[in-house]
């Protein structure tokens, strides 16, 4: 360290009460952030540094304290911290072009706290390389609104609007269309979508998305057709961040490193710049806020906005999949995964209503399952409950489109409203061709088809009648079966 210029550093960073330090910052002959080192750390943040990460740390716990600076100092920021793309585009925006940035950020996902961090350029002597930047920082435990009103301006309205615009809207899938819409043009970006993720179900949901100009895809399309273990790279390339932030090509290639898949998706596409942001619910990822093509001069000022609106976010989607899955829990078969009897019977009466306001033609069936009793006898429940689970797939592969409800315990009942006679009959014999073991799966099968749309309920009696008729013949043909 030249000892004239750390004298007036260390000197300056003294000064202030708030944990603190000057970072030096290297720029790269293309012009690109290199390394980032701690220059001089005033004792606030020696104290902080020390706690977090050296006395916490039963292998360093004999580190004299007074001599910890002389450990840090010198050292690259990622010493006991991961490296950070866009903490570094804030320190090198502070040391190289003299802005003053003040940022409000949710690293809790890394440190436990919000940070709120302030960063200022130092004018002093330095190699042509190197430039100087002050850091200041204080930690929150919650969101703190009163610091949170201290983001800029610009920021502060707009996140405010848009929450406001959360509370306005009664409906969810509005509410985000148009928080999204607001995001794509506050950003400047190409394009914008909310989404969120199920890992469990290995499914994805694109709540909303806006685009600057019509394509001939939507992101809906896009992403439906993207492979999930593509989203799984997304939470991999965030172990570490906060959130992704790709301003230019050197980001790019950064990225690259970490998830080529990712990037290799984003560049056939014609992705340049990106921004993603997860939406972090009691320690899981379970959605995410994401940008593309957006305008790389105001990097700072929309990675502040975006953080701090998929904060408010976070609570209205953690709702909505909440609800989501009680609707899912109160309308669906939890074992076969087909809709229930509960929600057969409230969707029975609200189509009956509608066939008399206006009649169309519409099909039925009961598929009972032939000797189901003899396998929970003779086999265990266990097995019971396998052969449910595969009829009800076998089910969902032949009437796909239809409404496929389990009626009672061994019963199945479809409604389709969308075949011709001759198309649901193909089904039918699709069924009985492929449900056809005597010892294992084999439904006992009763149909009605009305071609003027008349009553739902005595069409269902009908093939009810005619399901018990096959279910007798079944059973005169294997007397073995019934028991």
């Known amino acids: 360290m030249e000892s004239g210029v750390y004298t007036q550093l260390k000197t300056m960073v003294n000064s202030f009460t708030l944990p603190g330090a000057v970072f030096s910052v290297e720029k790269n002959t293309d012009g690109s952030c290199g390394d980032v080192r701690f220059f001089a750390i005033n004792e606030a943040f020696k104290r902080g540094y020390y706690d977090m990460f050296i006395e916490t740390n039963d292998n360093s716990v004999n580190i004299d304290y007074d001599n910890v600076h002389t450990l840090i100092e010198g050292q690259l920021y990622t010493v006991n911290l991961p490296k950070e793309p866009n903490f570094e585009e804030i320190c090198f925006r502070a040391a190289w072009k003299g802005e003053h940035i003040h940022t409000y950020v949710d690293t809790r996902k890394l440190y436990g706290y919000w940070t709120e961090d302030i960063l200022l350029p130092v004018e002093c002597s330095h190699p042509n390389n190197i430039a100087y930047c002050l850091f200041l920082y204080t930690l929150n435990k919650d969101l703190d609104a009163g610091k949170y009103a201290a983001v800029s301006p610009d920021v502060s309205s707009f996140v405010l609007k848009t929450c406001l615009e959360l509370r306005d809207e009664t409906e969810f899938y509005s509410s985000m269309n148009k928080v999204t819409n607001d995001l794509r043009e506050y950003t400047d970006s190409f394009a914008a979508c909310i989404l969120t993720i199920d890992k469990e179900q290995k499914s994805r949901e694109i709540i909303s998305e806006s685009m600057r100009e019509k394509r001939d895809y939507t992101i809906k399309e896009l992403f439906s057709s993207t492979p999930f ?185 479809i409604i389709s409203l969308h075949s011709t006679q001759e198309e649901f009959e193909a089904k039918i014999n699709l069924l009985r061709e492929k449900a056809c073991d005597p010892d294992w799966l084999y439904f006992a099968i009763g149909t009605y088809y009305d071609a003027k749309g008349g009553s739902l309920r005595k069409a269902m009696h009908y093939a009810d009648e005619r399901m018990y008729r096959d279910k007798k013949e079944f059973y005169d043909k294997f007397p073995d079966r019934k028991r």
């Open 229 to 413: 273990k593509m989203f799984l790279t997304w939470e991999a390339a965030l172990s570490e961040t906060n959130s992704i932030i790709v301003k230019d090509d050197h980001d790019m290639a950064a990225l690259e490193k970490k998830a080529p898949d990712w990037v290799k998706h984003m560049r056939e596409n014609d992705v340049h710049t990106l921004a993603l942001v997860p939406f972090i619910h009691q320690g899981e990822i379970i959605g995410y806020l994401y940008l593309t093509d957006f305008n790389s001069d105001n990097v700072v000022k929309i990675k502040e906005a975006i953080e701090l609106v998929s904060f408010f976010l976070t609570a209205e989607i953690a709702n909505h999949i909440f609800m989501e899955k009680l609707e899912y829990l109160s309308n669906v078969d939890i074992l076969t995964g087909v809709l229930n009897r509960n929600c057969m019977n409230i969707n029975v009466d609200e189509l009956s209503l509608k066939l008399k306001l206006n009649p169309q033609p519409f099909s039925v069936a009961f598929c009972d399952l032939n000797g189901l009793k003899n396998i929970n006898d003779e086999q265990g429940h266990g097995s019971g409950d396998k052969l449910l689970k595969e009829a009800a797939i076998l089910l969902k592969e032949v009437f796909v489109g239809d409404q496929i409800y389990r009626a009672g315990g061994d019963e199945f009942t």
